[in-house]
């Protein structure tokens, strides 16, 4: 049986198209596969992005997600890097990025959260179609090969809607409560770049070591202001006899010039009761330290003060 021209013109023609047909499935899977079927080391590495949701109301979060997976034994899986980008869509925190391995399989899985609330990102009456810029994967083979080699992955298309329904907003009452609500669980959780605790704990503790610097360093003066106060302020009881205020004295520090006279006319009125009293060696040490050139050190006032109190206890019948 003989084939005819018209017969045999449409097998050549079948031919060519099924021969066109498997160069185009060939082409357009090495592109899926995010490299072109000459380029080295495509072979070995799959890319898929994807964005989750699709359909997006306006101010909700976008997670954009590539997954990729190499051959471990021609690709450095720690070489993998992606570079994103999403025009007015901004980045909530910095892209996360998951690496495992299994036999000599490597997976790497990268996400990043969007959101938009800038008014380019207005999705409109009939909503708007968004489409980001293609992202790089960037790898390294190995076998002390440094140079770096990349493909391209195309993001799937964000359709935006608006939130308001404008036929339910034309029948509402503008005095009303607003009809929409904030969503607080699409937010990111609360990060910090030091530990609160911990950075309580350091303030606390500086503080505390501040206030003990300054009671080392102010308490010595604290004490001596005290002491001056008290010295000056006179005895504790202003009902005691002037012999036992001129002892009050000479039994508390001094240091300037006001309580050094007083302290001489104290060392006097000391002196001259004990004469009264027939105690000759502590009435010539009582008038030697009033009519000392030098002020009377706090010390020898306050021994002789203990000795005279010593000797009134013994002529009181008390233990000396």
């Known amino acids: 049986m003989k084939l005819s ?17 498997t160069v185009a499935t060939l082409l357009v899977a ?5 490299g072109s079927p000459s380029e080295p080391g495509a072979e070995a590495i799959r890319v898929n992005a994807d ?14 997600r590539i997954a990729i997976a ?66 790089r994967v960037s790898y390294s ?26 036929t339910q907003l034309a029948a509402l009452d503008p005095r009303d409560e607003p009809p929409w ?28 070591a501040l206030i003990a610097a300054s ?24 009902r005691l006899p002037p012999y036992e205020q001129a002892l009050w004295l000479l039994e508390n520090d001094v240091e300037d010039g006001e309580d050094v006279e007083a302290r ?5 009125l000391v002196a001259v009761e004990l004469g009264q009293r027939g105690e000759r060696d502590l009435e010539l040490s009582a008038r030697r330290l009033a009519w000392s050139p030098e002020p009377p050190a706090s010390e020898d006032t306050r021994a002789l003060a203990q000795n005279v109190r010593r000797v009134n206890g013994r002529r009181n019948g008390q233990p000396g």
């Open 70 to 135: 190499i051959d471990a034994d021609r690709i450095a899986l720690d070489s993998l890097r992606v570079d994103g980008r999403f025009g007015a869509y901004q980045k909530i925190a910095s892209p996360t990025v998951r690496r495992s391995q299994a036999g000599g399989i490597g997976y790497v899985v990268w996400t990043a959260r969007l959101s938009c609330l800038d008014a380019t990102c207005l999705p409109g009456k009939a909503g708007k179609r968004v489409r980001f810029p293609t992202a």
């Open 5 to 21: 021209d018209r017969q045999l013109l449409a097998g050549v023609g079948l031919l060519a198209l099924a021969i066109v047909v």
């Open 51 to 64: 964005l989750s949701p699709h359909t997006q109301l306006f101010g909700d979060m976008v997670t954009a």
């Open 264 to 268: 001489r006319k104290a060392l006097e």
């Open 215 to 238: 009671l080392v360093l102010l308490g010595p003066l604290v004490l001596r202001e005290v002491r001056r106060a008290v010295a000056r302020s006179g005895p504790p009881s202003l």
């Open 141 to 166: 083979l190995k076998g002390g090969s440094d140079t770096a080699r990349s493909v391209t992955v195309a993001w799937p298309a964000l359709l935006a809607y608006s939130r308001l329904d404008r």
């Open 181 to 208: 609500r904030p969503e607080f669980t699409a937010l990111p959780a609360v990060s910090y770049r030091a530990s609160p605790p911990l950075l309580a704990f350091l303030f606390y503790g500086l503080g505390a």
């Open 30 to 34: 090495a592109i899926g596969r995010g």
